[in-house]
T-cell receptor, first 116, second 111 residues
Framework: AQSVTQLGSHVSVSEGALVLLRCNYSSSVPPYLFWYVQYPNQGLQLLLKYTSAATLVKGINGFEAEFKKSETSFHLTKPSAHMSDAAEYFCAVSDMRGGSNYKLTFGKGTLLTVNP | DADVTQTPRNRITKTGKRIMLECSQTKGHDRMYWYRQDPGLGLRLIYYSFDVKDINKGEISDGYSVSRQAQAKFSLSLESAIPNQTALYFC??????????FGQGTRLTVV
């Protein structure tokens, strides 16, 4: 069964500091991996996705993530935090196979706070 | 118009009442999902569907049912609502190998 673990339910950084949000996945087959962001009172918006091409994936708003198969990780980073990055971030995993194995499983989320 | 539309956006209902949340999409995707979001618990999968003939239970399907009336429509029903079903509900659609697209959510309160 596939699963996602996001380490740290709440991360606080200063404006201009590095953002690192951790995600580890479990999947018995090669996965698709996603990071979504949710701003207050809004739906979910895709930040970036890994679908078996390059292991370093660049997304919107300066975010990037690296797929590391040996560590079963897909951590999200941004070199310099901005106040507008304050939101909740979700990591998700899906089976890369087709057919009926197309569940999309989310982690519990990490709330990012950016301090001035 | 939004690609994924959920109705209603907000609903307050009484314990024991039947309620239906509706979702429609214009993306032409075959896969559709219903999730509920609770603080600290992330998004938990209720049901998912590959097409009108394929319905699958997610991790928290008890107390819920779904209907895939057409490729573009996927509704979620609470047959007898209870207070711990108070949550934010999201519908999502997805094509093979792609990311999911989400509706704006339905905030349901059961009193």
């Amino acid at each position: 069964a596939q699963s996602v673990t996001q380490l740290g339910s709440h991360v606080s950084v200063s404006e201009g500091a590095l953002v690192l949000l951790r995600c580890n996945y479990s999947s018995s087959v090669p996965p698709y991996l996603f990071w979504y962001v949710q701003y207050p009172n809004q739906g979910l918006q895709l930040l970036l996705k890994y679908t078996s091409a390059a292991t370093l994936v660049k997304g919107i708003n300066g975010f990037e993530a690296e797929f590391k198969k040996s560590e079963t990780s897909f951590h999200l980073t941004k070199p310099s935090a901005h106040m507008s990055d304050a939101a909740e971030y979700f990591c998700a995993v899906s089976d890369m196979r087709g057919g009926s194995n197309y569940k999309l499983t989310f982690g519990k989320g990490t709330l990012l706070t950016v301090n001035p | 118009d939004a690609d994924v539309t959920q109705t209603p956006r907000n609903r307050i209902t009484k314990t024991g009442k039947r309620i239906m949340l509706e979702c429609s999409q214009t993306k032409g995707h075959d896969r559709m999902y219903w999730y509920r979001q609770d603080p600290g618990l992330g998004l938990r999968l209720i049901y998912y569907s590959f097409d009108v003939k394929d319905i699958n239970k997610g991790e928290i399907s008890d107390g819920y049912s779904v209907s895939r009336q057409a490729q573009a429509k996927f509704s979620l029903s609470l047959e007898s609502a209870i207070p711990n079903q108070t949550a934010l509900y999201f519908c999502a659609t997805r094509a093979a190998g792609s990311e999911a697209f989400f509706g704006q959510g339905t905030r349901l309160t059961v009193v």
